[in-house]
């Protein structure tokens, strides 16, 4: 039987680093295998905040991969200010954080670059894609944002060929995300945000969400959402099985960016009266950062009692990091502390989970994060205001360590796995 051919529109691929790359990375590799050809429509000279050369193990073997040229304002915006670099990853200086020029680069970037700085992409891309989709028979388009200026390349292929299936994937929300109160948009900005936003609702055939949450709020503003969440590769074999052997040390490692925006405060307060309060726990306790730590962050975590539990990696290739989750006894995972963000189910939450160890998660009250978190038996999720559940759920983990079993058994995790997810989708393509 001949293959379907799927057109997908990505902003990040490899060498691309980050949690960006990984969804649709993932779903290419197992898409032929349910009679689906990928070919995959990436800008020739993007400007990545991350790159990560291990990646291209999972690009597949021949596939076709179509570029042209994207030209990006960051290279003036970094001469401007250097943390605007900081943006490119999505993160911000927050409150008494933020300099004049912060303040600035976002005004420009919220209300100059509609939906973002990737929009000059979109009018070349719609010329050159609708000669290409006459060209060529493809059977769905894929368009996955952010930068959600990939969806409005959609949208216009959609108006000039409505025969077009089309499904946007939002890996994060659009309005809705967290930052957006923080972009100091004009009320026409806002609106202007707000209406493309509903149009691509509106105008794709399937909008996909990576949240339970997600799906719910697109659906009740007009979007036809179907949830498929992220998660972990089985191929990466063994990189995932548990290491039952004992390590010296007590580790909670957190993986990943963190920003000022999703820091918990209190698991740091929690962690520093347990070191001054509990000798054995202190004898024993490693804290451990693989990724890029918020150096306000970092300072703070540095004057405490911390200090000298702390070991800051640095940012590693996905390979190491996995290694470093498998040197671990735990792990943590934060998200946005309002509400609004209840729908955030972080990338690394499911290799996390395919690594068997403990998860500790702070984040919003009724977050999808606990949905699953409690449907596996993988952890506990706390409120940003939780310190004293905090404390004793880490001694209660700290006590299994000292004897030696710490890891119980998760349950129902494969259904998170990246090749049952693609099943998924090609069920929704169908």
């Given at each position: 039987?001949?293959?379907?051919?799927?057109?997908?529109?990505?902003y990040?691929?490899?060498p691309?680093?980050?949690?960006?790359?990984?969804?649709?990375?993932?779903?290419?590799?197992?898409?032929?295998?349910?009679?689906?050809?990928?070919?995959?429509y990436t800008?020739?000279?993007?400007?990545y905040?991350?790159?990560?050369?291990?990646?291209?193990?999972?690009v597949?073997?021949?596939i076709?991969?179509?570029r042209?040229?994207?030209?990006?304002?960051?290279?003036?915006?970094?001469?401007?200010?250097?943390?605007?670099?900081?943006?490119k990853?999505?993160?911000?200086?927050?409150?008494?954080?933020?300099?004049?020029k912060?303040?600035?680069?976002i005004?420009?970037?919220?209300?100059?670059?509609?939906?973002d700085?990737?929009?000059?992409?979109?009018?070349?891309?719609?010329?050159?894609?609708?000669?290409?989709?006459?060209?060529?028979?493809?059977?769905a388009v894929?368009?996955?944002?952010?930068?959600?200026?990939?969806?409005?390349?959609?949208l216009?292929?959609?108006?000039?060929?409505?025969?077009?299936?089309?499904?946007?994937?939002?890996?994060?929300?659009?309005?809705?995300?967290?930052?957006?109160?923080?972009?100091?948009?004009?009320?026409?900005?806002?609106?202007?945000?707000?209406?493309?936003?509903?149009?691509?609702?509106?105008?794709?055939?399937?909008?996909?969400?990576?949240?339970?949450?997600?799906?719910?709020?697109?659906?009740k503003?007009?979007?036809?959402a179907?949830?498929?969440?992220?998660?972990?590769?089985e191929?990466?074999g063994?990189?995932?099985?548990?290491?039952?052997?004992?390590?010296?040390?007590?580790?909670l490692?957190?993986?990943?960016?963190?920003?000022?925006?999703?820091n918990?405060?209190?698991?740091?307060?929690v962690?520093?009266?347990?070191?001054k309060?509990?000798?054995?726990?202190?004898?024993?306790?490693?804290?451990?950062?693989?990724g890029?730590?918020?150096?306000?962050?970092?300072?703070s975590i540095?004057?405490?009692a911390?200090?000298?539990h702390?070991l800051?990696?640095?940012?590693?290739?996905?390979?190491k990091?996995?290694?470093e989750?498998?040197?671990s006894?735990?792990?943590l995972?934060?998200?946005f502390?309002n509400?609004?963000?209840?729908?955030i189910?972080?990338?690394?939450?499911?290799?996390?989970?395919?690594?068997?160890?403990q998860?500790?998660?702070?984040?919003?009250?009724?977050?999808?994060?606990?949905?699953?978190?409690?449907?596996?038996?993988?952890?506990?999720?706390?409120?940003?205001t939780?310190?004293?559940?905090?404390?004793?759920?880490?001694?209660?983990?700290?006590?299994?360590w000292?004897?030696?079993?710490?890891?119980?058994?998760?349950?129902?995790?494969?259904?998170?796995?990246?090749?049952?997810?693609?099943?998924?989708?090609t069920?929704?393509?169908?």
């Open positions: 039987m001949e293959q379907k051919k799927i057109l997908i529109i990505t990040y691929w490899p691309a680093g980050g949690p960006g790359v990984q969804r649709w990375l993932k779903f290419a590799k197992y898409l032929p295998e349910f009679g689906w050809k990928p070919i995959i800008p020739e000279n993007p400007s905040p991350l790159l990560d050369d291990s990646l291209m193990k999972d597949p073997e021949n076709e991969i179509v042209t040229k994207i030209w990006e304002p960051y290279q003036l915006a970094e001469k401007l200010n250097k943390s605007n670099k900081k943006f990853a999505g993160q911000f200086d927050v409150g008494k954080n933020q300099s004049w912060s303040k600035l680069s005004w420009v970037r919220g209300n100059f670059f509609i939906p700085a990737r929009v000059f992409w979109v009018k070349p891309s719609i010329r050159f894609l609708e000669h290409y989709l006459k060209e060529n028979k493809i059977d894929v368009t996955s944002g952010p930068p959600h200026s990939l969806h409005l390349i959609g216009g292929l959609k108006k000039k060929l409505p025969h077009l299936k089309w499904i946007a994937d939002f890996r994060d929300p659009w309005t809705e995300i967290s930052y957006y109160k923080h972009l100091k948009l004009t009320k026409s900005s806002d609106k202007k945000h707000r209406q493309l936003e509903a149009a691509v609702f509106k105008n794709a055939d399937i909008t996909l969400a990576t949240s339970y949450t997600d799906a719910e709020n697109f659906r503003a007009g979007a036809n179907v949830c498929i969440t992220n998660g972990f590769d191929s990466d063994n990189q995932f099985t548990n290491s039952p052997k004992q390590s010296n040390a007590f580790t490692s957190y993986i990943g960016v963190l920003e000022q925006l999703r918990p405060e209190n698991l740091w307060k962690l520093d009266e347990l070191v309060e509990n000798s054995e726990f202190a004898k024993h306790f490693s804290l451990k950062f693989v890029r730590i918020d150096d306000k962050i970092l300072q540095e004057n405490s911390l200090k000298n702390i800051n990696l640095g940012y590693l290739s996905h390979g990091a996995v290694e989750m498998k040197t006894d735990m792990l995972i934060t998200n502390p509400d609004s963000s209840k729908g189910i972080p990338g690394k939450i499911f290799e996390y989970l395919a690594s068997g160890k998860i500790l998660s702070f984040g919003p009250a009724g977050a999808d994060v606990s949905k699953i978190l409690e449907e596996t038996l993988a952890g506990k999720h706390f409120n940003y939780d310190s004293e559940t905090v404390k004793r759920f880490i001694l209660e983990k700290f006590d299994f000292k004897n030696g079993n710490l890891h119980e058994n998760t349950q129902n995790i494969e259904q998170f796995s990246r090749r049952n997810l693609t099943q998924q989708l069920k929704i393509l169908s």
